[in-house]
């Protein structure tokens, strides 16, 4: 039998569960009933405490903090630690903020099982670029402002340059879409600037931070002014940057035609 080929070791199994961006009401029906029926969760850091009400009192529960800019559990214990719960029969729960396929690391995890012969299921989750832009109230595509979406990440793993964030810039103006960019808050002026080489200063852009929380907070801005917004207002991680004329849908856009706001 190939390496490559699921098959189940034990009674054990692994599911991959998206967490959501936070807020509890937006985590789905599978996702809650996934998460009460594991022996074992594995937790991201950006899980709340209110989803994970949702474990058994009877669960062990593993924290393997991920967040970017922080001090984090190596992904490839964590994935020694989930083969070898799954081996033991456990029924196991990968929890992750989000959306597993979406920056989440879930494709690497699912490799990494699939070659130990483990079959994992995968749980969606709402990712926070969708959930902080609908918010404010406004869609990520739109029929006379987006033809399109683009998901990007602003933080590269070591000995990567990273997106072109010019050929994207580029890209985005020609074929009128909408970035929505994770993870790019330490690296905005290098992403602003390479984005100004096709996009005009004038494009709109949301900054949003702990999207769907009680705490959010976000700003509305030029993409001129990315840079400095994000330093006056203190917005850091966990942000969403969206970056496109969807923007102008949000409603305290149009009440002050363009000039930003802080909330």
């Known amino acids: ?50 989803i994970m009400a949702h474990a058994s009192a009877e669960a062990r529960v593993v924290y393997v903090g991920k967040r970017g800019g922080c001090k984090s559990t190596p992904q490839a214990f964590i994935e020694k630690l989930m083969i070898a719960a799954v081996k033991e029969g456990e029924r196991v729960v990968r929890l992750k903020g989000g959306d597993p396929f979406i920056f989440g690391r879930g494709g690497e995890e699912v490799e990494h099982l699939r070659e130990a012969g483990i079959a994992v299921e995968v749980i969606n989750g709402i990712t926070s670029g969708l959930a902080g832009l609908t918010s404010l109230g406004a869609p990520l595509t739109h029929r006379d402002r987006a033809h399109g979406v683009l998901f990007m990440t602003g933080h590269a793993k070591p000995g ?104």
Do not use: N
């Open 1 to 50: 039998m190939s390496a490559h080929t699921p098959t189940t070791l034990s009674h054990g199994s692994c599911t991959l569960v998206g967490a959501g961006p936070g807020d509890p009401d937006l985590l789905t029906i599978k996702a809650a009933k996934a998460i009460a029926a594991a022996s074992v969760l594995f937790v991201d850091d950006l899980v709340s405490d209110a």
């Open 160 to 263: 990567d340059s990273g997106p072109d964030w010019r050929q994207i810039a580029a890209t985005a103006h020609a074929a009128k879409l909408t970035l929505v960019i994770y993870m790019g808050v330490s690296s905005v002026e290098h992403i602003s600037d390479e984005l100004l080489t096709s996009l005009p200063g004038s494009t709109p852009v949301a900054i949003i931070q702990h999207a769907s929380l009680p705490h959010q907070r976000h700003a509305l801005t030029f993409l001129k002014d990315l840079p400095q917004c994000i330093a006056d207002e203190k917005l850091g991680s966990p942000s969403i940057i969206v970056v496109g004329d969807v923007v102008r849908g949000i409603a305290a856009w149009q009440v002050e035609h363009g000039q930003r706001l802080v909330a």
